[in-house]
């Protein structure tokens, strides 16, 4: 694809001495990744006279918006309607595809057919401009923005429409490129004058949505007869109106008998509370549902749903929708939600909508602009917080808006880790655990069962001597109430804990389980970020394995495309750390390898939670979890507590490893004697 520079382009054209759609849509068109369009008079003729070049720019995968008049024809403004509708409406989307073959035929000959399928499909977004303060008239301005892939960008401005009318007319265009420095400034405001038209910054001009536009009945139908014929249609000239979708369960969603039985314990815990449900389980159905039986019970529900990473608020729209949501997601940019977000709480609170949904991120949350607007909601509102652990944190926890009457929590494990603080503010805010359904129980019923194989590394000889140093330095601090000490040792409990993820045989030990096991597929591979290298080597060269790295370098794409070709079985192994804790889905995962642990409870129950999912075929996942333990010292020496606490929290997550697995005595026995050479009861960890 040619970049504009290659473009022969004058600086000014007019219709008295040249093709304006020959000579310039249909080259810009044909090379542009992205168009921008403000203009007074939209018809979709304009489409079909570019179709050439709208078929074309469409392969390349690119995407235009319209900001125009609301001076539209009814037949027009159908088409877009419904192109609007069919990027929620399956059985609309399907409908409008049908009637597409071939892209460039279609919109020469139906062409209404072709505009609705280009805004379903993401290729066309329109928007409508009214003016409004001491303007009167119309939204006339008439200038738009070419891109292509380069980044390259051409404006122009005249009198021209985006009309057959206006290839009739005598007009004129003003062209402006971003590569020619004196013309640079110039494609830059063209397009923050865009920008802020688009995300309604503009003071003297309010723009909608089309669905907000038929809402606000500020469309005006063209009754004039068209300069062209168009293909026969069967509208109907009643006046045109929107009814949207309610929050409903889907007839294909069956709840099981655990689902139904936390909703009617949040429901008697006033529509307050936390699910304490395990990873797998659907919680995200479970709170869904609960958020379609509360507006059913009270006509009227304004959701807003947090998460805490952006894939999971993309996850949680995929299913939204399912349950008749339209959500707005409102992360990054403010400008793509805080216009919308605030008009909806308006329309909300003055009753012209009866529900709304916004997703966002833990971050956005209590983002003080994005407080401000929840702030001002005055009627029924349910906030459901995925992960609600997170909004314990001391800069979440004071932002948790006391406007919103219904709360739910979601999470397996929603205590914080040695934060009594921010667990118990948290449990003042959304209440107590209105239903808990564990690991256990959901084993056999959601989860799959699993066998669990606990291996002890020793440290090597060098490692024994770090540790010993690192300990003896930490003998000296522990007992200091210094701030300084009391920063200098947390450094120190730190790098003592790194050593142990870190050591060196546990790849030793990792190489024999591999060569006694022979060939492996759907593996995960947890392990330090400073053995990922070693790791992959390992599995690449030494055992010919088809692995991939996966972390939070790769790029969200890469990671989907990784995640597809492992369940797939086109990857055998993926080898991860942190970014498969939470959120992100591996149910084909038969067996996993632990070589770095957590003894935070949260981190490796979730962990065990992922490798358990449910999956086509599978009927039980194996967990190898080798653990490096400290060298033994004298039995009440210096560094013997310290030492004991470590054992005590890596015998806890054993103890919730095993308890759980079929081989639950075996897994145990094996930590047994290391229990009582530390004089650990089991059963008091």
Not at 80 to 107: F, V, W, Y
Not at 162 to 176: R, W
Not at 386 to 400: F, I, K, M, P, Y
Not at 410 to 423: I, Q, Y
Request: aromatic share 10%; proline share 4%; net charge negative.
């Amino acid at each position: 694809m040619q970049s504009f520079i290659h473009l022969h382009l004058p600086v000014t054209l007019d219709t008295s001495q040249h093709d304006i759609t020959r000579e310039f849509f249909l080259p810009l068109l044909s090379h542009a990744v992205r168009y921008d369009r403000g203009v007074g008079y939209f018809s979709s003729g304009w489409l079909r006279i570019n179709a050439v070049g709208m078929a074309v720019f469409a392969e390349h995968g690119g995407s235009a918006r319209w900001i125009t008049s609301p001076i539209l024809s009814r037949e027009d403004w159908q088409a877009m309607l419904n192109g609007s509708e069919a990027r929620q409406n399956d059985i609309l989307r399907r409908t409008l595809e049908r009637n597409i073959t071939q892209l460039q035929h279609d919109i020469e000959a139906q062409t209404l057919s072709a505009l609705a399928w280009m805004v379903a499909d993401n290729i066309l977004d329109f928007r409508l401009a009214v003016p409004v303060n001491d303007l009167t008239g119309e939204f006339h301005t008439k200038f738009g923005i070419f891109t292509d892939k380069d980044g390259n960008s051409v404006s122009f401005e005249g009198s021209y429409n985006d009309s057959v009318q206006g290839i009739s007319n005598y007009e004129s265009l003003k062209i402006f490129r971003s590569w020619e420095a004196y013309q640079m400034s110039i494609v830059e405001h063209d397009r923050e004058r865009f920008e802020r038209l688009w995300c309604n910054q503009d003071p003297n001009v309010q723009v909608y949505d089309l669905p907000d536009a038929a809402r606000h009945h500020i469309l005006q139908l063209r009754t004039q007869e068209r300069p062209y014929a168009l293909p026969k249609q069967s509208m109907e000239r009643a006046s045109i109106d929107i009814s949207l979708s309610q929050p409903h369960i889907p007839v294909d969603v069956q709840l099981r008998e655990y689902q139904e039985a936390a909703l009617q314990a949040w429901f008697q815990q006033a529509c307050q509370g936390i699910l304490e449900m395990a990873t797998g389980t659907g919680k995200t159905i479970t709170a869904l549902s609960a958020s379609a039986r509360l507006f059913e019970r009270e006509q009227q529900l304004a959701i807003i749903i947090t998460c805490p990473y952006q894939h999971l608020v993309d996850q949680w729209y995929n299913e939204a929708r399912r349950f008749g949501l339209e959500p707005l997601l409102a992360y990054q940019t403010k400008r793509n939600w805080i216009q919308k977000y605030n008009q909806w709480v308006s329309e909300y609170n003055h009753g012209d909508r009866s529900h709304f949904t916004i997703i966002t991120t833990h971050t956005t949350f209590t983002d003080t602009d994005f407080q401000r607007i929840t702030q001002r909601l005055d009627r029924s509102a349910l906030l459901i917080a995925d992960e609600v652990h997170h909004l314990g944190a001391e800069q979440s926890r004071t932002r948790l808006p006391a406007n919103i009457p219904y709360r739910l929590g979601l999470s397996a494990t929603p205590d914080r880790w040695f934060d009594d603080t921010g667990t118990a503010l948290l449990r003042k805010y959304f209440a107590e655990t209105a239903f808990a359904f564990s690991l256990a129980q959901a084993i056999g019923v959601v989860l799959t069962p699993y066998r669990y194989y606990p291996h002890l590394v020793e440290l090597t000889a060098d490692e024994v001597s770090q540790y010993q140093n690192l300990t003896e330095k930490i003998g000296k601090l522990i007992h200091s109430d210094n701030a300084d000490a009391q920063e200098a040792l947390e450094m120190l409990l730190i790098k003592r804990a790194r050593l142990l993820n870190n050591a060196e045989n546990k790849l030793f030990y990792l190489n024999t389980l591999l060569s006694q096991l022979g060939p492996l597929h759907h593996t995960l591979f947890y392990c330090a970020p400073e053995q990922i290298d070693a790791v992959c080597q390992m599995l690449g060269w030494d055992h010919g394995m088809l692995i991939h790295r996966f972390t939070a370098e790769e790029p969200n794409d890469e990671r989907r495309q990784l995640l597809t070709d492992f369940d797939k079985g086109q990857l055998q192994g993926l080898v991860a750390m942190k970014c498969l804790d939470e959120g992100i889905d591996v149910p084909s995962t038969r067996i996993a390898f632990i070589l770095a642990s957590s003894s935070n409870p949260r981190e490796f129950i979730q962990r065990r939670g992922r490798i358990l999912r449910a999956f086509p075929g599978k009927t039980e996942a194996i967990i190898y979890d080798l653990i490096a333990i400290p060298p033994q010292t004298r039995y009440r020496s210096a560094s013997f507590h310290a030492e004991r606490s470590i054992i005590k929290h890596e015998i806890h997550r054993f103890r919730e490893f095993a308890n759980s697995a079929r081989n639950k005595h075996q897994a145990l026995d094996v930590i047994w004697h290391i229990a009582r050479r530390y004089d650990i009861d089991m059963n008091e960890v």
